[in-house]
């Protein structure tokens, strides 16, 4: 489903990630525990302009390739617990009286 956008034939190192970014591949260490985070490095100018509506790759040939992006993402089947109508939530219980009866009113002053 992809198609090449730029043969390269970058030969990739086991320890390092490689990315497109702006027509060009890069590389970036990959992240070790306890290790810093590493700079990257351009390996390689493709020499194409990029179109939004694509995700651009390195391939295993070490080429550039790009294949259509999923915008929204896929429509998925209804299962049988969706379908399910939801019951209402229940009420709140009230709380339960606190130890030692009912509490006294208090008095206040007569007003004349």
């Known amino acids: 489903m992809a ?3 730029a043969k390269l034939g970058v030969s990739r190192e086991k320890d390092f990630m490689y990315y497109v970014k702006d027509g060009g591949v890069w590389k970036v260490q990959r992240k070790q525990p ?3 985070k590493g700079r990257p490095e351009k390996v390689a100018d493709g020499g194409f302009e990029m ?6 790759f390195v391939d295993r040939d070490g080429d550039v ?6 915008v929204g993402g896929q429509k998925r089947k209804k ?3 969706a379908a399910k109508k939801r019951r209402p939530a229940r009420k709140a219980k009230k709380p339960t009286k606190a130890k030692g009866g009912k509490k006294k009113a208090k008095r206040g002053k007569k007003r004349r």
């Not at 179109?51 to 651009?56: E, F, G, L, V």
């Not at 390739?65 to 999923?70: E, L």
């Open 34 to 36: 306890g290790a810093p």
């Open 3 to 5: 198609e090449k956008v």
């Open 65 to 70: 390739a790009r294949a259509k992006r999923a």
């Open 79 to 81: 299962t049988a617990r």
């Open 51 to 56: 179109d939004t509506n694509y995700i651009y």
